[in-house]
Protein backbone atom coordinates (compact mmCIF):
# COMPACT_ATOMS: atom_id res chain seq x y z
CA UNK A 1 0.00 0.00 0.00
CA UNK A 2 1.48 3.36 -0.52
CA UNK A 3 2.01 5.94 2.05
CA UNK A 4 3.24 9.60 2.39
CA UNK A 5 4.22 11.34 5.53
CA UNK A 6 4.96 14.65 5.91
CA UNK A 7 6.43 15.09 9.39
CA UNK A 8 5.82 18.65 9.60
CA UNK A 9 2.85 19.93 10.34
CA UNK A 10 3.21 23.42 10.53
CA UNK A 11 6.26 25.94 10.41
CA UNK A 12 7.08 29.31 10.28
CA UNK A 13 9.77 31.58 9.12
CA UNK A 14 10.79 35.24 8.46
CA UNK A 15 10.86 36.65 4.71
CA UNK A 16 14.31 35.67 2.76
CA UNK A 17 14.70 32.35 5.19
CA UNK A 18 15.25 29.29 3.16
CA UNK A 19 12.40 26.62 3.99
CA UNK A 20 12.62 23.04 3.33
CA UNK A 21 9.19 20.86 3.41
CA UNK A 22 10.19 17.12 3.69
CA UNK A 23 8.01 14.28 1.91
CA UNK A 24 8.86 10.55 2.70
CA UNK A 25 7.04 8.26 0.43
CA UNK A 26 6.57 4.24 0.77
CA UNK A 27 5.76 2.36 -2.08
CA UNK A 28 6.39 -1.33 -3.07
CA UNK A 29 5.92 -0.62 -7.11
CA UNK A 30 8.90 0.34 -9.00
CA UNK A 31 7.05 2.81 -11.47
CA UNK A 32 5.22 5.59 -9.17
CA UNK A 33 5.28 9.53 -9.26
CA UNK A 34 5.58 12.11 -7.14
CA UNK A 35 4.00 15.56 -6.83
CA UNK A 36 3.87 18.71 -5.05
CA UNK A 37 0.60 20.96 -5.04
CA UNK A 38 0.08 24.56 -3.11
CA UNK A 39 -3.00 25.22 -1.61
CA UNK A 40 -3.06 28.77 -0.90
CA UNK A 41 -5.16 30.85 1.85
CA UNK A 42 -8.21 31.63 -0.91
CA UNK A 43 -8.09 27.06 -1.04
CA UNK A 44 -7.52 26.23 -4.54
CA UNK A 45 -4.92 23.73 -5.16
CA UNK A 46 -2.13 24.32 -7.39
CA UNK A 47 -0.02 21.43 -8.71
CA UNK A 48 3.78 22.75 -8.60
CA UNK A 49 5.68 19.73 -9.75
CA UNK A 50 5.81 16.06 -10.87
CA UNK A 51 8.09 13.11 -10.74
CA UNK A 52 8.25 9.72 -12.23
CA UNK A 53 10.44 7.06 -10.35
CA UNK A 54 12.70 6.35 -13.60
CA UNK A 55 13.99 10.13 -13.16
CA UNK A 56 16.33 11.55 -10.02
CA UNK A 57 16.68 14.76 -11.50
CA UNK A 58 16.88 17.46 -9.20
CA UNK A 59 14.59 20.56 -10.43
CA UNK A 60 14.84 24.22 -9.99
CA UNK A 61 12.08 26.59 -10.44
CA UNK A 62 13.01 30.05 -10.03
CA UNK A 63 13.21 30.40 -5.81
CA UNK A 64 11.86 26.55 -5.67
CA UNK A 65 13.80 23.10 -5.54
CA UNK A 66 12.92 19.34 -5.20
CA UNK A 67 15.60 17.27 -4.14
CA UNK A 68 14.23 13.18 -4.99
CA UNK A 69 16.32 10.22 -3.60
CA UNK A 70 15.50 7.32 -3.81
CA UNK A 71 17.77 5.65 -1.69
CA UNK A 72 15.51 7.76 0.80
CA UNK A 73 12.31 7.53 -0.09
CA UNK A 74 12.09 11.06 -0.04
CA UNK A 75 10.88 13.94 -2.21
CA UNK A 76 11.58 17.20 -0.22
CA UNK A 77 11.08 21.16 -1.54
CA UNK A 78 12.89 23.80 -0.81
CA UNK A 79 11.63 27.32 -0.78
CA UNK A 80 14.77 29.87 -0.81
CA UNK A 81 14.51 33.53 -0.11
CA UNK A 82 10.92 32.78 1.24
CA UNK A 83 7.88 35.88 0.57
CA UNK A 84 4.69 36.21 2.39
CA UNK A 85 2.98 34.84 -0.53
CA UNK A 86 4.40 31.58 -0.56
CA UNK A 87 2.30 31.27 2.61
CA UNK A 88 0.03 27.91 2.31
CA UNK A 89 -0.37 24.45 2.92
CA UNK A 90 1.24 22.06 0.47
CA UNK A 91 1.03 18.79 -0.40
CA UNK A 92 3.52 15.99 -1.43
CA UNK A 93 1.14 13.15 -3.00
CA UNK A 94 2.14 9.62 -4.99
CA UNK A 95 0.30 7.59 -7.35
CA UNK A 96 1.52 4.56 -8.43
CA UNK A 97 2.33 1.85 -11.59
CA UNK A 98 0.54 2.61 -14.79
CA UNK A 99 -2.73 1.62 -14.47
CA UNK A 100 -3.53 3.99 -11.27
CA UNK A 101 -1.33 6.43 -11.71
CA UNK A 102 -3.94 8.88 -11.62
CA UNK A 103 -5.32 7.61 -8.36
CA UNK A 104 -2.85 9.68 -5.54
CA UNK A 105 -2.40 9.34 -2.03
CA UNK A 106 -2.12 12.66 0.43
CA UNK A 107 0.50 13.43 2.30
CA UNK A 108 -1.69 15.32 5.67
CA UNK A 109 0.15 19.23 4.07
CA UNK A 110 2.34 21.27 5.86
CA UNK A 111 1.31 24.42 6.91
CA UNK A 112 3.88 27.16 5.70
CA UNK A 113 3.66 30.75 7.22
CA UNK A 114 5.96 33.05 6.17
CA UNK A 115 6.01 36.39 8.19
CA UNK A 116 7.23 39.56 6.76
CA UNK B 1 -10.31 27.69 -20.67
CA UNK B 2 -12.05 27.63 -17.45
CA UNK B 3 -10.34 24.24 -16.50
CA UNK B 4 -12.27 22.74 -13.36
CA UNK B 5 -15.43 24.44 -11.91
CA UNK B 6 -17.73 23.08 -9.51
CA UNK B 7 -21.20 24.27 -8.02
CA UNK B 8 -22.62 25.50 -5.71
CA UNK B 9 -19.86 26.98 -4.22
CA UNK B 10 -21.40 27.09 -0.31
CA UNK B 11 -24.40 25.47 0.65
CA UNK B 12 -26.08 24.76 3.68
CA UNK B 13 -27.87 21.56 4.62
CA UNK B 14 -30.25 20.20 7.14
CA UNK B 15 -29.66 16.54 8.88
CA UNK B 16 -31.80 14.06 6.49
CA UNK B 17 -31.65 16.68 3.07
CA UNK B 18 -30.18 15.48 -0.63
CA UNK B 19 -28.30 17.54 -2.82
CA UNK B 20 -26.08 17.04 -5.76
CA UNK B 21 -22.50 18.06 -6.49
CA UNK B 22 -21.81 19.39 -9.99
CA UNK B 23 -18.13 19.09 -11.56
CA UNK B 24 -16.94 19.86 -14.94
CA UNK B 25 -13.49 19.93 -16.90
CA UNK B 26 -12.95 21.45 -20.26
CA UNK B 27 -9.54 19.82 -20.37
CA UNK B 28 -10.64 16.44 -22.09
CA UNK B 29 -9.52 14.51 -19.27
CA UNK B 30 -10.35 10.99 -18.51
CA UNK B 31 -9.65 10.76 -14.92
CA UNK B 32 -11.85 12.77 -12.54
CA UNK B 33 -11.80 12.69 -9.11
CA UNK B 34 -13.92 13.87 -5.54
CA UNK B 35 -12.26 14.31 -2.66
CA UNK B 36 -12.96 15.85 0.55
CA UNK B 37 -10.90 17.91 3.25
CA UNK B 38 -11.12 18.00 7.12
CA UNK B 39 -9.26 20.23 9.05
CA UNK B 40 -6.13 18.38 9.69
CA UNK B 41 -6.56 14.82 7.91
CA UNK B 42 -5.33 16.26 4.45
CA UNK B 43 -7.35 15.47 1.04
CA UNK B 44 -9.57 12.04 1.04
CA UNK B 45 -10.82 10.69 -1.93
CA UNK B 46 -14.10 9.61 -2.18
CA UNK B 47 -15.16 8.42 -5.52
CA UNK B 48 -13.53 8.60 -8.76
CA UNK B 49 -13.36 7.71 -12.66
CA UNK B 50 -12.00 6.85 -15.40
CA UNK B 51 -13.65 7.21 -18.14
CA UNK B 52 -17.27 7.87 -18.98
CA UNK B 53 -19.76 5.78 -17.54
CA UNK B 54 -17.05 4.07 -15.10
CA UNK B 55 -16.93 4.91 -11.20
CA UNK B 56 -14.75 3.41 -8.50
CA UNK B 57 -15.19 3.62 -5.04
CA UNK B 58 -12.14 5.67 -3.36
CA UNK B 59 -10.92 5.80 0.67
CA UNK B 60 -14.28 6.87 2.27
CA UNK B 61 -17.08 6.42 0.30
CA UNK B 62 -19.78 5.62 2.63
CA UNK B 63 -22.56 7.83 2.21
CA UNK B 64 -22.06 9.48 -1.52
CA UNK B 65 -22.94 8.29 -4.52
CA UNK B 66 -21.21 9.66 -8.10
CA UNK B 67 -22.21 9.24 -11.72
CA UNK B 68 -20.29 10.13 -15.06
CA UNK B 69 -22.40 10.30 -18.08
CA UNK B 70 -20.51 12.89 -19.43
CA UNK B 71 -16.93 12.61 -19.90
CA UNK B 72 -16.54 16.58 -18.70
CA UNK B 73 -18.85 15.91 -15.57
CA UNK B 74 -18.76 14.04 -12.53
CA UNK B 75 -21.49 14.50 -9.95
CA UNK B 76 -21.41 13.62 -5.92
CA UNK B 77 -24.69 12.96 -4.29
CA UNK B 78 -25.38 13.03 -0.68
CA UNK B 79 -28.90 11.34 -0.32
CA UNK B 80 -29.16 11.35 3.13
CA UNK B 81 -26.88 14.67 4.53
CA UNK B 82 -25.17 13.73 8.30
CA UNK B 83 -23.62 16.53 9.75
CA UNK B 84 -20.33 13.89 9.77
CA UNK B 85 -20.52 15.13 5.63
CA UNK B 86 -19.79 19.23 6.86
CA UNK B 87 -16.70 19.24 4.71
CA UNK B 88 -14.64 21.16 1.74
CA UNK B 89 -15.14 19.07 -1.76
CA UNK B 90 -12.94 19.38 -4.20
CA UNK B 91 -13.06 17.70 -7.80
CA UNK B 92 -10.01 16.82 -9.84
CA UNK B 93 -9.59 15.72 -13.11
CA UNK B 94 -5.88 14.43 -14.73
CA UNK B 95 -4.73 13.63 -17.95
CA UNK B 96 -3.82 9.59 -18.25
CA UNK B 97 -0.33 9.40 -20.09
CA UNK B 98 2.93 10.49 -20.90
CA UNK B 99 3.49 13.83 -19.44
CA UNK B 100 0.27 13.57 -17.29
CA UNK B 101 -1.09 12.08 -14.09
CA UNK B 102 -0.68 15.56 -12.16
CA UNK B 103 -4.33 16.37 -10.89
CA UNK B 104 -5.95 19.81 -11.50
CA UNK B 105 -8.48 20.65 -9.08
CA UNK B 106 -11.65 22.42 -8.68
CA UNK B 107 -12.39 25.70 -6.29
CA UNK B 108 -14.10 23.55 -3.96
CA UNK B 109 -17.56 23.27 -2.35
CA UNK B 110 -17.77 24.11 1.72
CA UNK B 111 -20.63 21.98 2.72
CA UNK B 112 -21.89 22.74 6.06
CA UNK B 113 -24.95 19.96 7.41
CA UNK B 114 -26.79 20.73 10.24
Known amino acids: AQKVTQAQTEISVVEKEDVTLDCVYE???????LFWYKQPPSGELVFLIR??????QNEISGRYSWNFQKSTSSFNFTITASQVVDSAVYFCALSEGYTNAGKSTFGDGTTLTVKP | NAGVTQTPKFRVLKTGQSMTLLCAQD?????MYWYRQDPGMGLRLIHYSVGEGTTAKGEVPDGYNVSRLKKQNFLLGLESAAPSQTSVYFC?????????????FGPGTRLTVT
Open chain 1, 27 to 33: TRDTTYY
Open chain 1, 51 to 56: RNSFDE
Open chain 2, 92 to 104: ASSYHGVGGYEQY
Open chain 2, 27 to 31: MNHEY
